[in-house]
């Protein structure tokens, strides 16, 4: 399988999509943001770089809304 993130070749171990869903370590919000844009599951090289780079900004997207961005 391509993973549609980077077009590698990996190897989906998992049953179904639900399974690989339980088994990964992510946030719902990066997990939907994951299944928005790219439709399914990614290699674990881009599992890894989305779930370290999500909160990059240092705002948690469930906070965000009580964030004064004037300060």
């Known amino acids: 399988m391509k993973c549609p993130r980077c077009e590698k070749?990996?190897?989906?171990?998992?049953?179904?999509?639900?399974?690989?869903?339980?088994?990964?370590?992510?946030?719902?919000?990066?997990?939907?943001?994951?299944?928005?844009?790219?439709?399914?599951p990614i290699c674990d090289e881009c599992l890894t770089d989305v779930q370290s780079s999500f909160y990059v900004s240092g705002i948690n997207p469930r906070l965000k809304k009580f964030v004064n961005p004037n300060i």
Do not use: A, M, P
Request: hydrophobic share 40%.
């Open 9 to 40: 070749e990996f190897i989906f171990e998992f049953l179904n999509v639900q399974q690989w869903l339980k088994s990964t370590r992510l946030h719902s919000e990066q997990l939907s943001f994951i299944l928005y844009n790219y439709g399914g």
